[in-house]
């Protein structure tokens, strides 16, 4: 079993056991992670929605993320994922989300966000929303998988109440 497959399930399983549903909000995953949770029997339990919001206007329309935050913070920004989490809740039943966004590459990096740059945050109605920025290495797929992983297994540590993160 892929390391995706292991986390999802995981994921699935923690949502299951809080009685948690799930909306996911991906940029530079292009909805890798609700891929990954909906190639899981019996997700649907559990499984809200996904939103692919890969152009800033995407964002805007479909999760509510305001035009000025990403054009004062730039898309890939603890601000603009932050902002992603809350939408996906605001604009779908589920009571756990998780949002990516990042520079995947090859290109679109910068000096102060180079590829492989990825934030990502998680969101429940009841708590405050946990922002990581994380630094992948590899090619433009390594850089999207790790940033599933990431994604999953810190919503997983949240759900789970680790107060580590």
Do not use: W
């Not at 949770?37 to 999760?63: C, H, W």
């Not at 090859?106 to 630094?135: C, F, M, N, W």
């Amino acid at each position: 079993m892929s390391p995706l497959a292991v986390a999802a399930e995981a994921l699935l399983e923690t949502c299951l056991k809080s009685g948690v549903t799930l909306a996911t909000a991906e940029s530079c995953t292009g909805g890798l992670v609700a891929a990954a949770l909906t190639a899981i029997p019996g997700s649907s339990r559990v499984f809200e929605r996904g939103f692919v919001t890969y152009a800033n206007q995407a964002k805007t329309d479909m999760l509510g993320v305001p035009a000025d935050l990403i054009a004062g913070h730039g898309a890939v920004s603890a601000s603009v994922a932050q902002a992603m989490a809350e939408g996906a809740l605001r604009h779908s039943p589920a009571t756990a989300s998780l949002a990516i966004t990042g520079v995947a590459g090859p290109d679109g990096g910068s000096a102060d966000k180079p590829v492989g740059t990825v934030h990502i945050a998680v969101a429940r109605q009841d708590r405050l929303t946990l922002h990581e920025r994380y630094h992948f290495a590899g090619d433009r797929d390594s850089v999207r998988e790790q940033a599933a992983l990431a994604a999953m297994t810190l919503l997983t540590r949240f759900l789970n109440g680790d107060r580590s993160i």
